[in-house]
């Protein structure tokens, strides 16, 4: 016989039946997906900023079209005066008087008419450094593009008599590949005495390194220079010495002559201004060459 449980101790009878009743247990956490792998690129590269901009930048071509055209602009003019020369003081000593000679133009070819950042894309693609066994590999292939602006120029400079020369740091052995790439790409080229690369031989005068003054010189024996192009200083005059004071001693005299007589043209990807940052020091592990440039950032 069942016996009547009032309705007060029925509810704490229930609610004490659910006090012990044990919690459910958490579902499982997802277990994490696994890492993607690490890319396996090469290491990251100080140069990498400057070829991007070199080969992507609307501002690096503006920068060559405005250089070209405003030389073009000045071109004539400087053909029509008689006392105008481009040639520093120490290149012409030995030929002054400009009388009776043609006029021409002197070009530097790397990085100032032919683009060669694809060796350099090449080089962070690999992770490795310059070596002149692959630059000899590039520099065959005679595919290097004209920069903006050089061959519109080069080629005015020729339909009105002005000689256009070319001096390059290229290896003798370079010679041949250097005036194919030249050609194909459309630049006048008068002919093998339009282009003197280096070991070029110059009566009476020693080439010190890679210095273009001996070039310069001969030059000047046939020739009034209206205008020099180039992104090195050395394209323009001998730096006795290359480091900050020997490169600012060397184009003192001439800083008048920029955007006149001599246009310089950017180069962010190598060169002496480099080398003057570790001492030209290039056997130096990459490490602290690295660091001494890091060293000669000014921060304020």
């Not at 021409?104 to 683009?115: H, K, M, N, Q």
């Not at 052995?173 to 003197?196: E, I, M, Y």
């Not at 070029?200 to 205008?227: I, P």
């Not at 010495?241 to 246009?263: D, H, L, S, V």
């Amino acid at each position: 016989m069942l016996k009547f449980v009032p309705a007060a101790v029925a509810l704490a009878l229930s609610l004490a039946g659910c006090a012990h009743t044990p919690p459910a247990a958490p579902a499982p956490a997802p277990a994490p997906e696994a890492a993607a792998p690490a890319s396996a690129g090469p290491a990251a590269d100080d140069n990498l900023n400057a070829v991007a901009w070199t080969q992507n930048a609307s501002e690096h071509d503006f920068i060559y079209l405005q250089t070209y055209r405003n030389a073009q602009e000045k071109l004539l003019k400087a053909k029509s005066d008689p006392t105008w020369d481009a040639l520093p003081k120490d290149d012409r000593a030995a030929h002054a008087s400009l009388k009776g000679l043609k006029p021409a133009i002197v070009l530097d070819i790397d990085e100032t008419v032919l683009d060669n950042s694809p060796y350099q894309a090449r080089l962070i693609r690999s992770g490795g450094e310059f070596n002149e066994a692959d630059w000899a590999a590039w520099c065959k292939e005679a595919i290097a593009r004209p920069l903006p602006g050089a061959l519109a120029f080069t080629k005015f400079a020729a339909a009105h008599g002005i000689a256009v020369i070319y001096i390059s740091n290229r290896a003798k052995d370079l010679d041949d590949a250097t005036l194919a790439n030249l050609r194909a790409a459309g630049f006048p080229v008068a002919g093998k005495d339009s282009f003197l690369g280096l070991g070029t031989f110059v009566e009476g005068c020693e080439q010190v390194g890679s210095e273009k003054g001996c070039r310069r010189q001969r030059v000047a024996k046939d020739y009034r220079v209206l205008m020099q192009f180039g992104d090195q200083i050395g394209d323009f005059a001998n730096v006795l010495g290359n480091t900050a004071e020997g490169r600012e001693k060397a184009m003192a005299p001439y800083t008048g002559w920029i955007g006149e007589r001599w246009f310089v043209l950017p180069n962010p990807t190598y060169g002496a201004w480099e080398s003057a940052l570790f001492d030209n020091d290039h056997d130096l592990p990459r490490a602290e060459r690295r660091q001494k440039k890091i060293d000669s950032l000014r921060a304020k």
